[in-house]
């Protein structure tokens, strides 16, 4: 026996369904709300959303979408996306397979499908994070990999935590609370004097609300930038980003001047610590040279609210111009490395300017790209 599987274009009577196939996958899409959020109120337009559809039981199985946006691109702005959600319900599918059903392989008809929609909605690059399991698909569907490196920096600020991660080390595990006991206080001084010998700064973070037309000059002076690739930052994408009170904004000021903005994410995560993320930060291009001070400033900040460690993820792309790693290692952040796979599809609008968009370098990313997606 075989089974045919329909691609075809989301409609608001599938909403139910898919919602409940995401939230199977996502913590941030449990309800309705959620999901409409995310996919249909985005200032951008509503995402273009492709759907799987296991044909005799009329049973939705897939779902793939683009959620729209713009993008600054050698300073020029460009309408693009963000390539989302390629989920399928395996054990569906699997109970099909174990009952002797021939299923016809639909991952890369799926994408491909989205990717024909979002460029007739005038989509010109569309870059996305996959999975390894994912990331054969898109490249079959045309996407092209960006070959990049990605590290995890955090800094403990409470030994409870840094008694886990050594909990993690065999050799360590039967002593990590005592190890933790001494080490802790130990980088706690060495961070201390780090900051004494640094002398004042000058930078302060003022607290806001929300994004206005004060933080667009941010926004505006990365655009004109000929030589970055970087997601809108204009008010209303962020505050459709980090609306939540979980995410704590400032501007970052500097001799009584504004020169950026940081967003920082304060949460439990799935290990049960309160953790601080620095999810998104950008100055004017006079003001990279703050960052150390602002790192400091924002220690501080994730101290306020109780946590117990503060995590930065760090992509190698443009930011290395600044020497932002070498600012967070020197302040006894730890690193490792992590696995990002980031894939680009392109219109032929940009086709001329492949190799230039393939160089991660080029690139400016943060947090604002992968947080709550």
Same mark, same amino acid.
């Given at each position: 026996?075989?089974?045919? *599987? ?7 009577? &599938?909403?139910?369904?898919? %919602?409940?196939?995401?939230? /199977? ?8 709300? &959620? ?11 509503? $995402? ?35 390539? @989302? ?14 009952? /002797? ?32 399991? $994912? ?17 995890? +920096? ?10 886990? %991660? ?7 595990? /039967? ?12 980088? =706690? ?7 004494? +010998?640094? /002398? ?7 607290? *806001? ?20 690739? $970087? ?33 920082? =994410?304060? +949460? ?6 309160? @953790? $601080? ?8 291009? @006079? ?28 992509? =190698? ?15 006894? +952040? ?18 001329? @300017? ?12 943060? &947090? ?6």
């Amino acid at each position: 026996m075989e089974r045919n *599987i329909n691609i075809r274009n989301y409609r608001e009577e &599938d909403t139910p369904a898919v %919602v409940g196939l995401l939230s /199977g996958f996502y913590d941030n899409v449990k309800t309705e709300e &959620d999901w409409r959020r995310l996919y249909l109120d985005n200032p951008a337009g509503s $995402a273009v959303i492709s759907l799987a559809e296991e044909t005799s039981g009329k049973k939705l199985i897939g779902h793939y979408s683009v959620i729209k946006m713009e993008m600054s691109v050698f300073g020029e702005k460009r309408f693009c996306g963000k390539g @989302e959600g390629e989920i399928f319900d395996l054990p569906f599918l699997i109970g099909l397979l174990k009952r /002797g059903v021939k299923i016809e392989p639909s991952s890369e008809k799926l994408i491909r499908h989205t990717m024909n929609a979002a460029l007739a909605c005038g989509l010109e690059m569309v870059c996305t994070n996959p999975n390894d399991l $994912a990331l054969k698909s898109h490249i079959a569907a045309g996407y092209d990999s960006l070959r990049q490196e990605f590290s995890i +920096f955090v800094l403990p600020l409470k030994s409870r935590y840094l008694s886990h %991660v050594l909990t993690k080390k065999k050799n360590l595990a /039967g002593t990590a609370c005592f190890i933790s006991s001494l080490v802790a206080p130990l980088i =706690h001084f060495l961070y201390s004097v780090k900051v004494l +010998f640094f /002398g004042r700064t000058g930078v302060c973070l003022d607290p *806001i609300g929300s994004f206005d037309s004060r933080t667009d000059i941010f926004a505006e002076a990365l655009g004109k930038d000929k030589h970055v690739i $970087a997601i809108d930052r204009s008010a209303g994408h962020l505050n459709w980003r980090f609306g939540k009170e979980e995410y704590k904004k400032y501007v970052i000021r500097d001799g009584g001047k504004d020169i950026g903005y940081a967003v920082l =994410h304060v +949460f439990i995560n799935p290990n049960g610590f309160k @953790e $601080a993320c620095l999810v998104d930060y950008l100055f004017l291009p @006079e003001g990279w040279g703050k960052f150390k001070g602002t790192i400091v400033k924002i220690t501080e900040e994730a101290k306020k609210y109780d946590s117990d460690l503060l995590r930065v993820n760090y992509m =190698h792309d443009r930011k290395e111009t600044f020497g932002l790693a070498g600012v967070l290692k020197e302040l006894f +952040f730890t690193k490792r490395s992590d696995k990002r796979n980031i894939t680009v599809f392109l219109s032929s609008q940009l086709e001329d @300017e492949k190799e230039k968009i393939l160089d991660i370098k080029n690139w400016f990313f943060t &947090d604002l790209y992968f947080e709550g997606y």
